[in-house]
């Protein structure tokens, strides 16, 4: 049959407008179809995702099937590549996508959800780092169940510069920092700005993250210092605000997505934590409507997470019997597809610059 040999120009032409379903532009203008490869009546087109976290990869299957009627046969493969920022900046932070994690309100969850977002992405198959900017009340050392003094070395660089380059401890394959791995555990901080300045200097530039698609960070609750030396200092792909269902922390939220407009730190979207019974549930996805924030989903409230947060095992929380599996499964995809949302619409970002 005539029909059925089709040239590798009339399928791309055939998909010329089919779309991403996550980020609702054709696959072609996005970059997304990778090759497409015709052998007799057998077509093969293979899809390059800018996520591996990326969910419901059968509707791409569905909609690109669905245009290749003439085919005797379709098979769609996936493959996928982190977009993201890929120059280093000067001091050779090799990061693509910088994720922020805050609220306005403390307790609320942002260790724990920052933890969980870290493992999640590793687990989808990503290099991901977790850096805990709350120097006041570091908690990411418990949550991911390592400890250790951090140490580094000194490097020279190409002028001549004689740095320090902290090693970041690894735990569960993310790559983790924080001030509770220096100091001794019942120590209070009290830092006035510029100090915080410098100690998020240190973790940024004076660190030897590697290369990772991912770095979450675990913001402080409240003021804004860390947020504006954040900026200050990196160009980070978004923040996520968590909140309870409380009409309080509602109010906080609201005041932390003001801070990260503020400091220009884009906002990726909010997440509902602790939803059910006893706080109420539905009221952060209202108020993401309302805000014209995207929703990236809600956390039930949970015995386990507390209990895999105290036993240092958040990576636990992805078993196949955890009650909050899906759940975070569902808020590390939405994440990932808002972060690159936001690179695939605005092709041309400016690299990633650091002071
Ligand atoms: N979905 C959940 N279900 C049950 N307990 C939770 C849930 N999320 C967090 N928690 C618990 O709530 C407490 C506070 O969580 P977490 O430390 O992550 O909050 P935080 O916002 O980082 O707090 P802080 O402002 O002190 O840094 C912890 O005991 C944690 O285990
Ligand atoms: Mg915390």
Redesign the pocket.
């Known amino acids: 049959m005539v029909n059925s040999m089709m040239t590798e120009a009339q399928v791309r032409e055939a998909l010329a407008d089919v779309e991403d379903p996550e980020i609702g532009r054709p696959l072609a203008d996005l970059g997304m179809i990778e090759a497409v490869a015709v052998d007799g009546g057998a077509v093969r087109v293979s899809i390059l995702l800018p996520t591996p976290a990326y969910p419901g990869r059968e509707r791409i299957t569905e909609a690109v099937s669905s245009k290749l009627t003439e085919a005797e046969s379709v098979e769609v493969d996936f493959s996928s590549r982190v977009r993201g920022k890929e120059s280093g900046g000067k001091i050779g932070l090799s990061v693509k996508n910088i994720i922020a994690v805050g ?1 306005g309100k ?7 959800v920052s933890a969980a977002i870290a493992c999640g992405l590793k687990r989808a198959g990503t290099r991901v780092g977790l850096l805990d900017a ?1 120097v006041y ?1 570091p ?1 990411i050392p418990h949550l991911m169940g390592a400890s250790g003094q951090l140490t580094a070395r000194e490097v020279t660089t190409p002028e001549g510069q004689v740095l320090p380059r902290i090693e970041p401890i690894e735990a569960d394959g993310v790559k983790l920092l924080s001030i509770g791995f220096q100091i001794e555990k019942d120590q209070a901080v009290v830092w006035r700005g510029p100090m915080l300045h410098k100690q998020l200097t240190l973790f940024l530039q004076h660190t030897d993250w590697g290369e990772l698609d991912y770095l979450v960070i675990d913001m402080p ?1 409240g003021t804004g210092d860390v947020a504006l030396s954040l900026s200050q200092m990196v160009q980070a792909a978004g923040a996520v605000v968590v909140c309870t269902p409380q009409e309080v922390a509602l109010l906080d939220a609201i005041k932390a997505i003001s801070m990260f407009h503020t400091v220009k730190i884009p906002v990726l979207g909010m997440v509902e ?2 939803s059910g019974e006893i706080f109420g549930r539905g009221g952060t996805r209202a108020k993401a409507e309302e805000l014209g924030v995207p929703f990236l989903g809600e ?5 386990a ?2 209990v895999r ?1 105290d036993e240092g095992r958040i990576a636990d929380l992805y078993a196949d019997d955890s009650p909050v599996r899906d759940a975070l499964q569902h808020v590390c995809e939405r994440t990932a597809i808002e972060v690159a949302r936001r690179l695939l619409e605005t092709p041309s970002m400016p690299t990633l610059e650091l002071l």
């Open positions: 609220s403390g307790g609320v969850g942002k260790s724990t709350d009340g908690s609750p934590n602790m956390i039930p409230c949970e015995a997470v507390r947060g």
